[in-house]
Each structure stands twice: as C-alpha cells, then as structure tokens.
C-alpha cells in the first residue's frame, strides 16, 4: 500500500500546525510490546533489516527483491539511483510496533511503503506466496518514488512534482506484481455485471486496486506493455497524469475509461448467460446491501444447525454475530471487535471459528495486545475465557468432535504449522512442524484426522524435507488439500492440481470431502470421493464460495459469496447430495495473458536469464535526486552513495549473507518552510527540518525563522526515543514575537526553556501522559522607558488519555474518547507563578446512520492557587477573519496571561475572549451529514468532494472565584455577574487544499438573537 494518506497527513501538518496541536493529545496508541534486536543483511541492491527468528525470511526477502527488481527495471525502463531499505517483521502483530510510519497499521494493510526516504516494511504473516506478492507490490512503489519523487517526500512538498492517483499507483502496483489473477477478476467482473464499474477517476473511491490493475492490463493488451512504461516515463517529465495518458495513448482519460469500460462488458456479460449466481442455488442469510456494509464472512454453523456466527462490519468494526438460521434472524452481537484490548483485530483475513460438539461455546482467535490469543466464549453465560501462547499468530481454530481439543494455525518465526490445544490441560502440541504454510484445518467426525490447506506440494510423510531448502526456489504459489491423523502421522495429499484449492470439511462419515478450488477461473465447490479418489464440482457459480461449514448431520451447509460489491453468508441445504455439474473454464483461464512476465506467479530461471539480458540496455535516465533536492542547501555536484554493491560485498564464498548489526545512523526526512496561523501572533512562518534512523525508532525535530539574534528568533529542538513501551522526549525552545501596542508601543515577547516528556500506554486505546517543562517567559518594551517584565515556572502535568473513537472523511464518527489532565507550578522562585489546574474533556460520537452521527463534548477546567491560570472562552481554533471582544492591546499587557492562559474552544456565536475567568464549562453539540457528496463548478473551475454539513449548539462560561453567576440572566439585582453563552448555527466542511470549515451563529441572550457572526477556519473538528 502506498502511503498517500502519510503524504496527506504530513502537508495538513506543515500548514496547520495549530489546529492539530489542540487535537494530538486524542489518538489511539502504539504499543511496543517487545523489544527488537536488529541485524541487517544486503544485497546487490536493497539493505533488509530484520531481528532474531527470521534470519532465513530475510535471506528469502533479499533473493525475492533482486528478482522482482529485474523484471522491475525492464517495466520501468529504469535503474534506481538510491538504495532501498525493506524492513521484515515476523508478524503482523510486530509490524504493528513499526516506528517508520506514524499510523496504525489496522489487519488488511498488508505492507507499506512511505516516502520520507523510501523504505519498504512488510511483515510475514504465514504464507511465502502472500510475502512475495507484497514485497513485490511494495517494491513497485519503491521503485516508482525513486523515479517520480526522488525517493522522498521532499519534492511533493516543495510542489516539484505531482502524486500520482491512488488507483494509477496502487493498480500498478498489483499488475506488476502479479499481472492479473482469479480474485481480482472476480471483483471487476461483479462490478461490471452489476453496472457498478466506475470510471477510471472515480476508482480512487471504489476498485482502486483491482480497477486500475484491469486499466493497466487493458492498457498492455490493446496497445502493448511498453505503453505502459510510456506513461510512467512522461509522468516523470512535464506531464501530470491526464497529459501523460494523452501524450502516449493518443486520447484523453475520458475517452480511455469508455474503451476500458466499453471492454469490460464484451468480456463479462456473457457471463451472465454462463454461469449461476449464488442466490440461485443457495439462500441468502444476510444482505450487506441492506445493512449498508461491506463483509459478512466466516461462517460457522452449530452442530445442530440452528445457529450460526459469523464476522461482520455492520456496526461499522468487524465483529461477530449470533444469528438464529431457523428464523433467520441475528440475535445478538456475541464480540464487539477493534474496541477492546481483548479483541483488537478478529482476523477476517485468515478467518475460522467453531463450535464445541454441544452447541454451548464458541472458538475463534484475536489479536490481544501483545500477542495473538485463542478464545473460547460461553455463549448460554456470556462468558470469555483467553488462552494465549509463545506464538507470532494464532488463526483458524476447529474444535474437535469429541469436545477435548481444538486445532488451529500457529505462526512461529518462519512457519505456519497445524497445533493443538488441550481444552482441559491447556497445553499445545505441533502436529505439522516444517516451513511450509498449513492453514485452515477442520476434523473428520470421528476426530481421528485434520483435513488442511498446504503449499508444501510432495512434502508429506514419505518425503523428507531437505534440511538446506531455500523457499525462494521453491514453487509456492499453488494449495492442495491434505489429511493427516490428529498425532501428525499418515499424512495424505489429496488434491494434485494447477489450482488453489481452499476450505475443506468432512462429510459427517467421513467418505468425502468437500472443498472449493479455482481450477476454472471461479472458485467453485467441489467433492472428493475417498473410495475411488476422485474429484468433481457441484456448483457453477458467477463470483464464487468461500469458507465452507457444514453441521453434525450434514443436512444444511453455510459459505460466503461476493456479489455486488459485498459479501453476504448464505445457506445450502443437503450439500454432499449435489451431482455433478458442468463448468466451464473463464477466458483467464483458456486465453492467459500471452506475457512472459506479467505477474511473478512463476518466475522461471530462464525468464529471469532472458530479462537480465536486457537489463544492460535499461535506459540511464538523469541523476533526478539533484532536480529534487535543488532547495536543500546541496553541494552543486552531490556525490551519490553507491547503489549497487558487488556479491561479495555481501555474501560469503558459501552463498550464505553477510549478517550486520544495527547501528543508528540519522538521515533527513524532510526540510522544508511552513506557516501557521496563531490565535494571538497571527500568520507565522517557520523551517522544519525531520532527521530520523532507519527504523524510525529516533527522532530529531529541529524549527527556526532564525533572524538577526537568539532573542528575535523562533528556534525549537526536539528528540524522540520510541523502541521502548515508554515513549519519551526532550525539547529545547526558544520563542521570540514583536508586537506594536497603541499603549506601549513596540514589545518583544520571548519564552524560552526545557522540556521533558513521557508516555507510557496500557493498550492501543489507554495512555499515561507526563511531562515537565521548564519555562521562561520575558516582556520587553522597546520604545519606552519600562522596566521588562520576567516570568519563570517550573510546569509538572499528567494527563490519563482515553481513545475508543472512530473517525469519518472530518472527524470522529461513534465512539468514545475523555482526558483528565492535572497541572501544576510550584513557587519556587519570586518569578514563578503558583497555581494548579484540573481540566476533564469528554466526547462521545454516536453514528445514526451510515456518515450520519452526532458529537457531544463536555469540558470543564478550574485552576486554583495564589496565580490560577486564566481561560479565554470564545471562537474557534484558526479563526481567519477571527474578531476580538476586547482591544488587543489589553490582551498583552500581562505577560501572565500571554504564556500561562488557555484558549478554550470552540463557542460560536462568540469572539475571542468573549470570556475570561479561572474556571470555566463548555458544551459542544454537533449532528453531522452528507450534505453534496460532489460539485463541480465551472467559474471558477473547482472541483469540491465529500462536503459535510453541520448543525450545532455552544454553551459555555467562564468565571473567576470571586464573580457572581447568573446562568440566565434573569436577576436584574446581581452585578458583577457572569451568564452562560448559548448559541446555534451551521456550517461546511470540506478539503480544498486544506480542511475548510465554514459556520455561521446566532448568539442567544435569553431575550433574543444576536446578528450572524461568521467564522472561516481550517481544522478538523472535536
């Protein structure tokens, strides 16, 4: 996955740095659970850093990306100009702790590949054929960020270059890494039969990656591969994207997107005609159309065939459901999935639940935490029991027949192997213990046998495993269908096809099995007969069955389909009575694509010769690293590091790698100017310069608008030490503002001091904040004879952090999130102020429908002491036309209240310091909607998405100890009196470079409204 989403995410940083400090102490956690000792190995052109257990995946990492790289420099007609680092965790629940890239890596990311300086980092989740086509898929980002940016952010930043779209990048991406394939299919032909085809520039919404891998194979088919590499090379000079098609095609987008589409059609409606839909044949148990969702999958079916659970993402996170099959009717949610510490992830990927031979507990597996965990949950209680165990993953559990056991797929360093847990005991034993991937294993009735999915080919008992069998030679792209006895003896294969065969279950006398395989360009089901070993299919189906399960008499089976752009679960009673069906072959499969090297489905020896025959006529393009980085202050001749390095540079005389150990080194990820609106100093431009390791576990962060001296000059320093649980920082900083008072004439506000951080989170969602700051502020007047003010404190905070939300296109859409936050100065000098400050900010998101929610928020503060901090009450955070309730000048006339007050935002219908005590109470109500999901305007000529309307009322106060209150106003006798603030209004959202917001208030006084005040601000909202 190409990280445009960091691309996005860094610019809003640079230009709205305001607006999301007041945000950054919400956010959901990573966690380093455990500690990495990494090691690196090279290669002729690529640096794999790895840590202990996986020495033998990076060494098939190393070999895989020097192949990959070939076929790559020939579809790019390019030689990269900076080496590339590929960063391998042995599981998905390790790469979760990676620090190269700031976002949480959720399950169905299966790697990335950023753009601060162009690393790759994958992780190995059980199967070599999925590592491979990742590592590809990752290498062609990598390989295309080396050629279009430089490798690096900088030049998008600095607006040298243009990103190319999701659906070019990622569609490239799958079709040079594996060309075309069955699933993929499958989803292009769902969404053309059903007239869900997008055009090319609306796929970036839906199809991105299976859409554009069919444009760029349409592309090759009707005008030739190299036209392909045409496009990519004149996006690399002067051409954006639309002019880049025109000027190799010879025809515009629009017209590409009609041709593409118009082709589509010839090759799927005919289909219609062919093949069966699954509804046809089997009864539908859910309707993701109705629910407005994605997934419903991985069904599992009680042994009396009354119940069924299942995951699903209806309520928005993938989650598992009780469903009465007699009434067809869910009954209730039995886990509520990626809300909890417990049930982090529920794997929907690798899927696989079951019941126990009573009908009374279910088996599945989650991700918890730290590790992967084995569950059995008491379903007539309500109760959750959690096993876990020394493994790198925990999928696909099956509980045995006789109620005693349960097998599953464990994950250790680089194998997927078949284990068995021990109900009562608790314990685990291997029943498969070799580097192939086993998956998915189900009992015969009599749970004497486990049948499984394997790449391991010939590999069973009879056959030893070479002890010195390298995986990257090794063919491992194709399943079979295995039995062995539950002791891990009598292993069978059963299957011996071109195919993948997939989900297999016993019949209930255990002389047959059912499975589906892919051998005619669908996945259709199948049945073995063990008595004469002989295999034909039983469905004929247009988009295909997956996850089989099947009840004790085998009277009623459930499985999941895809059909019109979701997954539904469906029901087919009798299934082992099925007779035999013609199926015919798709054109994938009868007509392949006549490519040598479309896809590394095969890689050969002899294709690899014949590409590397042409690598030496790859043409040179220039050094595009010096055009990059122009602005950065670099030598007018850089002096490039050496890209590719001779084997034994890297490798000894025995073929095995040359294994070095990690050493910290910085590099600069970004240098470049930003600038930030400030509530009080207004539009403020500043440098930044980003230095980090490889692994992104350091971090130096340095700003400047250095100018005459030290005193005028804005200068901060910050390192962050991330490879631990506890995450921690020091900062340096010094600020310097000038402003003109009409009172005092010119004055010079400068802070300047230390501090220091820490974080330490329980889980993804709970954090402990604390920090340190010593602070300095000075006031000085310039233009009169006053003496200059000084202020210094000694600032100590905690701060508890709570983050269950999930977040919409704006802002968060259901869920949760609170903190309590203690603050405090003691006198320590005759400079330092004394105060503490208590403030809880709580926010509950509630979705009504689909991108329909309401937010609330209630927040309260109240500082005490012989100095208690001030709060300023009223506006919004980056108000661009903000207006003042007071003289600015009243403003900075108390250096106090300049660098040890608060803003307390938002309250529309409000200026800012409408408001100013040491306590105060805010209210925020919001409902949020879809309100044009797309306009597009001719004069000017904008192109305006997704914009979000908003309903609200503020409330809010803010009082000193001593001040009278009268809420409402109603007492004409009370003076000194404060009254809460009320408003309502509207407003957009919407990107236009930036997150714009546009509101409008009415101010209400209790006797009336107030004239319309208007705000313009950029920002997310609460």
């Given amino acids: 996955m190409q990280l445009h989403l960091v691309y996005k995410k860094v610019i809003i940083l640079i230009f709205l740095m305001a607006s999301l400090s007041s945000a950054q102490y919400f956010g959901k956690n990573k966690v380093q659970y455990r500690d990495f000792n990494w090691h690196f190995i090279q290669s002729e052109h690529f640096d794999i850093y790895f840590y202990q257990g996986s020495y033998k995946l990076a060494t098939f990492v190393a070999r895989e990306a020097e192949r990959d790289y070939k076929l790559l420099s020939k579809d790019f007609d390019y030689e990269i100009k900076k080496r590339i680092s590929i960063i391998l965790y042995k599981s998905h629940n390790d790469w979760q702790e990676t620090n190269v890239v700031d976002v949480y890596l959720s399950e169905g990311i299966g790697g990335v590949t950023e753009l601060f300086k162009n690393r790759v980092v994958i992780p190995f989740e059980g199967s070599y054929a999925q590592l491979r086509h990742v590592l590809h898929h990752e290498l062609v980002h990598a390989v295309m960020n080396d050629m279009l940016y430089g490798g690096s952010i900088q030049s998008l930043v600095s607006g040298q270059v243009s990103p190319v779209?999701?659906?070019?990048?990622?569609?490239?991406?799958?079709?040079?890494?594996?060309?075309?394939?069955?699933?993929?299919?499958?989803?292009?032909?769902?969404?053309?039969?059903?007239?869900?085809?997008?055009?090319?520039?609306?796929?970036?919404?839906?199809?991105?990656?299976?859409?554009?891998?069919?444009?760029?194979?349409?592309?090759?088919?009707?005008?030739?591969?190299?036209?392909?590499?045409?496009?990519?090379?004149?996006m690399n000079g002067a051409f954006r994207t639309e002019g880049a098609f025109k000027a190799a095609l010879g025809i515009d987008l629009k017209e590409l997107s009609e041709d593409w589409q118009k082709q589509m059609r010839k090759d799927y409606w005919p289909s219609i005609n062919s093949y069966d839909e699954t509804s046809e044949i089997a009864r539908a148990l859910t309707d993701h159309k109705e629910e407005k969702n994605y997934l419903n999958i991985a069904p599992a079916i009680s042994p009396t065939g009354d119940k069924l659970i299942f995951l699903s993402n209806m309520d928005g996170n993938i989650s598992i459901y009780l469903m009465d099959i007699i009434e067809e009717k869910i009954r209730r949610k039995l886990i509520e999935g990626e809300s909890n510490v417990d049930f982090e992830e529920l794997h929907w990927l690798s899927p696989g639940m079951s019941w126990s031979p009573d009908g009374n507990n279910v088996t599945f597996s989650a991700k918890a935490g730290d590790r992967d965990a084995l569950y059995i949950y008491d379903v007539v209680q309500d109760k959750v029991k959690q096993y876990k165990f020394d493994l790198d993953g925990v999928f696909s559990a099956s509980w045995s027949?006789?109620?005693?056991?349960?097998?599953?797929?464990?994950?250790?360093?680089?194998?997927?192997?078949?284990?068995?847990?021990?109900?009562?005991?608790?314990?685990?034993?291997?029943?498969?213990?070799?580097?192939?991937?086993?998956?998915?294993?189900?009992?015969?009735?009599?749970?004497?046998?486990?049948?499984?999915?394997?790449?391991?080919?010939?590999?069973?008992?009879?056959?030893?495993?070479?002890?010195?069998?390298?995986?990257?030679?090794?063919?491992?792209?194709?399943?079979?269908?295995?039995?062995?006895?539950?002791?891990?003896?009598?292993?069978?294969?059963?299957?011996?096809?071109?195919?993948?065969?997939?989900?297999?279950?016993?019949?209930?006398?255990?002389?047959?099995?059912?499975?589906?395989?892919?051998?005619?360009?669908?996945?259709?089901?199948?049945?073995?007969?063990?008595?004469?070993?002989?295999?034909?299919?039983?469905?004929?189906?247009?988009?295909?069955?997956?996850?089989?399960?099947?009840?004790?008499?085998?009277?009623?089976?459930?499985?999941?389909?895809?059909?019109?752009?979701?997954?539904?679960?469906?029901?087919?009673?009798?299934?082992?009575?099925?007779?035999?069906?013609?199926?015919?072959?798709?054109?994938?499969?009868?007509?392949?694509?006549?490519?040598?090297?479309?896809?590394?489905?095969?890689?050969?020896?002899?294709?690899?010769?014949?590409?590397?025959?042409?690598?030496?006529?790859?043409?040179?393009?220039?050094?595009?690293?010096?055009?990059?980085?122009?602005?950065?202050?670099?030598?007018?001749?850089?002096?490039?590091?050496?890209?590719?390095?001779?084997?034994?540079?890297?490798?000894?005389?025995?073929?095995?790698?040359?294994?070095?150990?990690?050493?910290?080194?910085?590099?600069?990820?970004?240098?470049?100017?930003?600038?930030?609106?400030?509530?009080?100093?207004?539009?403020?431009?500043?440098?930044?310069?980003?230095?980090?390791?490889?692994?992104?576990?350091?971090?130096?962060?340095?700003?400047?608008?250095?100018?005459?001296?030290?005193?005028?000059?804005?200068?901060?320093?910050?390192?962050?030490?991330?490879?631990?649980?506890?995450?921690?920082?020091?900062?340096?900083?010094?600020?310097?503002?000038?402003?003109?008072?009409?009172?005092?004439?010119?004055?010079?506000?400068?802070?300047?001091?230390?501090?220091?951080?820490?974080?330490?989170?329980?889980?993804?969602?709970?954090?402990?904040?604390?920090?340190?700051?010593?602070?300095?502020?000075?006031?000085?007047?310039?233009?009169?004879?006053?003496?200059?003010?000084?202020?210094?404190?000694?600032?100590?905070?905690?701060?508890?952090?709570?983050?269950?939300?999930?977040?919409?296109?704006?802002?968060?859409?259901?869920?949760?999130?609170?903190?309590?936050?203690?603050?405090?100065?003691?006198?320590?000098?005759?400079?330092?102020?004394?105060?503490?400050?208590?403030?809880?900010?709580?926010?509950?998101?509630?979705?009504?429908?689909?991108?329909?929610?309401?937010?609330?928020?209630?927040?309260?503060?109240?500082?005490?002491?012989?100095?208690?901090?001030?709060?300023?009450?009223?506006?919004?955070?980056?108000?661009?036309?903000?207006?003042?309730?007071?003289?600015?000048?009243?403003?900075?006339?108390?250096?106090?209240?300049?660098?040890?007050?608060?803003?307390?935002?938002?309250?529309?219908?409000?200026?800012?310091?409408?408001?100013?005590?040491?306590?105060?109470?805010?209210?925020?109500?919001?409902?949020?909607?879809?309100?044009?999901p797309y306009m597009q305007l001719g004069l000017p000529p904008i192109v305006l998405g997704n914009i979000q309307g908003v309903l609200f009322s503020d409330i809010g106060m803010a009082w000193k100890t001593d001040e009278n209150i009268d809420f409402f106003g109603l007492d004409g006798n009370v003076t000194n009196k404060k009254n809460l603030i009320t408003s309502f209004g509207t407003g957009l959202r919407t990107y236009f470079i930036f997150l714009m917001k546009w509101d409008v208030a009415w101010r209400y006084d209790y006797s009336g409204f107030s004239k319309p005040i208007y705000y313009w601000s950029l920002g997310i909202d609460f």
């Fill in 165 to 234: 779209p999701l659906w070019f990048a990622e569609g490239l991406a799958e079709y040079f890494s594996v060309g075309w394939d069955i699933k993929a299919e499958m989803f292009v032909r769902d969404a053309t039969i059903n007239n869900m085809l997008p055009p090319i520039e609306y796929l970036n919404y839906y199809l991105a990656y299976q859409g554009g891998m069919s444009v760029f194979r349409y592309i090759s088919q009707k005008y030739g591969r190299e036209k392909i590499t045409e496009i990519i090379h004149k």
């Fill in 401 to 932: 027949p006789k109620g005693d056991e349960i097998v599953f797929t464990g994950l250790k360093n680089e194998a997927s192997d078949l284990y068995i847990f021990d109900v009562e005991s608790h314990e685990i034993k291997n029943i498969t213990n070799d580097i192939f991937t086993d998956k998915n294993p189900e009992w015969s009735a009599n749970g004497e046998k486990i049948v499984f999915v394997s790449d391991r080919t010939f590999y069973v008992d009879t056959v030893k495993v070479p002890e010195n069998l390298k995986m990257s030679e090794y063919d491992f792209m194709k399943t079979d269908i295995y039995v062995v006895s539950r002791d891990g003896s009598n292993m069978q294969r059963i299957t011996d096809t071109d195919a993948n065969e997939d989900d297999p279950i016993f019949s209930p006398d255990g002389a047959k099995l059912m499975y589906v395989s892919d051998r005619t360009g669908i996945y259709n089901i199948y049945i073995h007969n063990f008595k004469d070993s002989i295999s034909y299919p039983v469905t004929n189906l247009i988009s295909g069955a997956f996850q089989l399960s099947i009840d004790k008499k085998g009277e009623t089976m459930v499985f999941a389909s895809f059909s019109e752009g979701g997954w539904d679960i469906y029901k087919l009673e009798n299934p082992f009575d099925l007779k035999e069906v013609i199926v015919d072959s798709t054109k994938y499969i009868t007509h392949p694509d006549e490519d040598p090297i479309s896809g590394l489905t095969i890689a050969e020896e002899d294709t690899l010769q014949e590409i590397e025959k042409t690598v030496d006529n790859v043409k040179k393009v220039k050094n595009y690293e010096s055009y990059v980085f122009t602005n950065m202050g670099q030598s007018s001749k850089p002096q490039p590091k050496k890209t590719e390095l001779e084997e034994e540079e890297y490798k000894f005389d025995d073929d095995n790698y040359k294994v070095r150990r990690y050493r910290v080194k910085f590099s600069p990820d970004i240098i470049n100017g930003a600038a930030e609106i400030n509530t009080l100093w207004g539009f403020q431009a500043y440098t930044q310069l980003m230095f980090s390791d490889v692994l992104g576990n350091h971090k130096i962060l340095l700003g400047t608008n250095l100018v005459f001296d030290l005193r005028n000059s804005q200068i901060s320093a910050q390192y962050w030490y991330l490879p631990k649980r506890i995450n921690w920082g020091l900062g340096l900083f010094n600020y310097s503002n000038t402003y003109y008072s009409s009172v005092f004439g010119l004055q010079r506000f400068r802070n300047y001091g230390i501090s220091g951080t820490a974080s330490y989170p329980f889980d993804k969602f709970t954090r402990l904040n604390m920090s340190v700051i010593w602070l300095n502020a000075d006031l000085e007047f310039l233009q009169i004879n006053k003496m200059m003010e000084k202020l210094n404190s000694v600032i100590p905070t905690i701060q508890y952090v709570y983050d269950k939300s999930e977040w919409g296109i704006f802002s968060p859409l259901k869920g949760f999130r609170g903190l309590v936050s203690v603050k405090t100065s003691p006198k320590y000098t005759r400079e330092s102020l004394e105060f503490t400050t208590v403030k809880v900010d709580l926010r509950n998101y509630f979705q009504i429908y689909e991108s329909y929610s309401f937010a609330a928020r209630l927040a309260a503060g109240a500082s005490r002491g012989a100095d208690p901090q001030n709060f300023y009450l009223g506006g919004v955070p980056n108000w661009l036309n903000g207006k003042y309730i007071v003289n600015r000048d009243v403003v900075t006339a108390s250096i106090k209240d300049v660098y040890f007050a608060e803003f307390v935002m938002p309250l529309r219908g409000a200026y800012y310091y409408q408001q100013v005590g040491n306590n105060y109470v805010l209210t925020n109500l919001e409902f949020r909607f879809p309100f044009i």
